[in-house]
T-cell receptor, first 110, second 114 residues
Framework: QQPVQSPQAVILREGEDAVINCSSS?????VHWYRQKHGEAPVFLMI?????EQKGHDKISASFNEKKQQSSLYLTASQLSYSGTYFCGTERDYGQNFVFGPGTRLSVLP | GAGVSQSPSNKVTEKGKDVELRCDPISGHTALYWYRQSLGQGLEFLIY????????KSGLPSDRFSAERTGGSVSTLTIQRTQQEDSAVYLC????????????FGDGTRLSIL
């Protein structure tokens, strides 16, 4: 079952913050986050495992709330290079039932 | 090269023809995924190979689609009797194994059915 992402699209000014959410009605084993720029292949950002954790590098971080089966991706002080479509991918068990969400289109304007 | 390699990068064919798309995963990666992405849309799962296990074919849209993976490495996605709705970018990804492993994507094959 495909996870739900919100918002569908967001427009920011450079330096602003954004949060993208990914939720599932099923219990999850892991949540993946990828970014795809126009005309390019998706690029891996990070993975979070059940048990509830938070990860981050540079100004992009994420959390996974196991009780809510929801993950949030946080983009802080956004840069022009952050523009693209962000996909979450969820896995219900180890190596099984991996499915991507519909994506969130992020546009960062100067 | 160290990345996932897909060929051809572009394929234009007539409706009703068969096409084969190739994916060379990163060496040592046991898991291989095929996805389809229509213009402006998300990533539609097609099929998943993991080691010597039976592939997960649950995403294949019809029996015109098939895929195989030889020797645990190269994979071929075959579409028979192509239809215009098959037009899309077909992406391949590989990872070190199923479960909490990052997927590394190839640049995709852009398939256009006339």
């Amino acid at each position: 079952q495909q996870p739900v992402q919100s918002p569908q699209a967001v427009i920011l000014r450079e330096g602003e913050d954004a949060v993208i959410n990914c939720s599932s009605s099923k219990a999850l084993y892991s949540v993946h986050w990828y970014r795809q720029k126009h005309g390019e292949a998706p690029v891996f950002l990070m993975i979070l495992l059940k048990g509830g954790e938070q990860k981050g590098h540079d100004k992009i971080s994420a959390s996974f709330n196991e009780k809510k089966q929801q993950s949030s991706l946080y983009l802080t002080a956004s840069q022009l290079s952050y523009s693209g479509t962000y996909f979450c991918g969820t896995e219900r068990d180890y190596g099984q039932n991996f499915v991507f969400g519909p994506g969130t289109r992020l546009s960062v304007l100067p | 090269g160290a990345g996932v390699s897909q060929s051809p990068s572009n394929k234009v064919t007539e409706k009703g023809k068969d096409v084969e798309l190739r994916c060379d995963p990163i060496s040592g990666h046991t898991a291989l995924y095929w996805y389809r992405q229509s213009l402006g849309q998300g990533l539609e799962f097609l099929i998943y190979f993991q080691g010597n296990s039976a592939p997960d074919k649950s995403g294949l849209p019809s029996d015109r689609f098939s895929a195989e993976r030889t020797g645990g490495s190269v994979s071929t996605l075959t579409i028979q009797r192509t239809q215009q709705e098959d037009s899309a970018v077909y992406l391949c990804a590989s990872s070190l194994g199923g479960g909490y492993r990052p997927q590394h994507f190839g640049d995709g094959t852009r398939l256009s059915i006339l």
